[in-house]
């Protein structure tokens, strides 16, 4: 069952700290364009859902061929997706008895607000919400999540918990993410009905000032702007740009070091390279926004100032890859004409795993670097030695 509200739990963050979103984005002529990572969610998701309510086995699921659009459901897909997110689904409900599962229930608040949880669930005196993601490219947690309080809020206004239920009972978040970015694939975070109570209250006021909002009012940056349908003209973001844009601007620049000889204002800011690093991060997704809407809008057939669809270099491929493959082993032998690579380890396993064949590790894998990446300080890895300091240790071993 898919209903898109115009405020939902996908959208529950962006709408609390950035109200005016949603009538910018009223403004715009929007491409419904999917992506094939968008439906091999819809069609994982299908999955679990049928898994869940119509309690057949694996096999029979893949036997039934699942599908939406153009992603289908693999054997691969199957073991590294399906099982470990219904395996952790279990898990969940067993560890904070839970008694009820309800899935995919269509819940409204008012005609602009509602949406449809993967999961809700109660035992007695607990409730539980849980939902899958099954990408890869952006790691998601339980830790005070507003999808999560949008779920459970939605959910205690519909009266769907048949469970005694005050200030202080337990609430507990689930997110499922198979993937191998991650080390588990059930991340777990409580809190309870009285915290959602107040998420609640905060969220209706922000809908409050999202309705009455007009077109560029109310706007805010942050990490809520991904994915948000308006970000490649949203004024906010534009200004974060100009901002930088001020700062490559080499007269500009000249000036102000002029000015700072004499001791005057200066004209633009001075950042240092750490605030520099954090004005490239917001600005590199919003450049790929920037670039992705205007082609979409071109596509389209609508028209961008200055701009226009061509198509790409035209690069030499063969029309029949095997037939030319046995031609030139003959016309140059395999040597020259064919090149080989041995699978990774990670790749290895997963075949050795689909054969029900054991692999002998040890002595034959090593884990390396391929070099080091800029981080927040806050993130969890240690920071890596510099050559600076190796040197300046060296000297003073030497010494």
């Known amino acids: 069952m898919s209903f898109h509200y115009k405020y939902g739990g996908s959208t529950a963050k962006r709408t609390l700290n950035c109200s005016g979103w949603a009538a910018l984005s009223s403004t715009i002529d929007r491409v419904d364009k999917g992506s094939v990572h968008a439906d091999r969610g819809t069609m994982l998701h299908t999955c679990c859902e049928i898994l869940e309510e119509e309690g057949i086995e694996y096999d029979e699921l893949l036997e039934r061929g699942v599908e939406f659009n153009d992603a289908k459901l693999t054997p691969e897909l199957l073991e590294e997706k399906v099982i470990p997110a219904m395996e952790s689904l279990e898990d969940f409900v067993e560890d904070y008895n839970l008694t009820t599962v309800i899935t995919e229930e269509l819940l409204e608040f008012s005609e602009v607000i509602g949406g449809t949880p993967d999961i809700l669930a109660y035992g007695d005196g607990v409730i539980a919400c849980a939902d899958y993601k099954f990408g890869d490219g952006v790691m998601v947690y339980a830790d005070n999540n507003d999808q999560m309080f949008f779920c459970v809020w939605l959910a205690l206004d519909s009266d769907l918990f048949d469970t005694e239920i005050d200030a202080e009972t337990p609430v507990h978040f689930g997110i499922i993410q198979p993937s191998d970015k991650r080390e588990e694939t059930l991340d777990v975070w409580s809190t309870t009905v009285a915290e959602v109570d107040a998420f609640g209250d905060r969220f209706l006021d922000a809908v409050t000032v999202a309705e009455e909002s007009e077109p560029g009012e109310n706007l805010n940056e942050g990490d809520w702007c991904k994915f948000c349908p308006a970000a490649a003209i949203c ?65 389209a057939g609508n028209e961008v100032p200055g701009y226009k669809l061509v198509n790409k ?87």
């Open 235 to 299: 004024p906010e973001k534009g200004k974060t740009a100009r901002n930088a844009l001020a700062l490559l601007d080499g007269e500009l620049i000249t000036e102000n070091k002029e000015l700072s000889k004499k001791g005057a204002e200066l004209t633009i800011p001075v950042l240092e390279l750490g605030q520099a690093l954090e004005l490239a991060s917001k600005l590199e997704p919003w450049i790929k926004d920037v670039r992705s809407f205007a082609f979409d809008q071109l596509e």
């Open 313 to 399: 270099r035209a690069t030499r491929k063969w029309i029949d890859p095997d037939a030319t493959a046995e031609y030139l082993k003959r016309k140059l032998t395999a040597k020259n004409a064919m090149t080989y690579t041995v699978i990774s380890p990670a790749q290895a396993e997963k075949v050795a795993k689909k054969l029900k064949v054991t692999l002998r590790m040890n002595g034959r894998t090593i884990s390396k670097s391929s070099g080091t990446t800029i981080a927040l300080e806050s993130d969890k890895r240690e920071a890596v030695v510099s050559q600076k300091a190796i040197s300046e240790t060296l000297k003073q071993l030497e010494n």
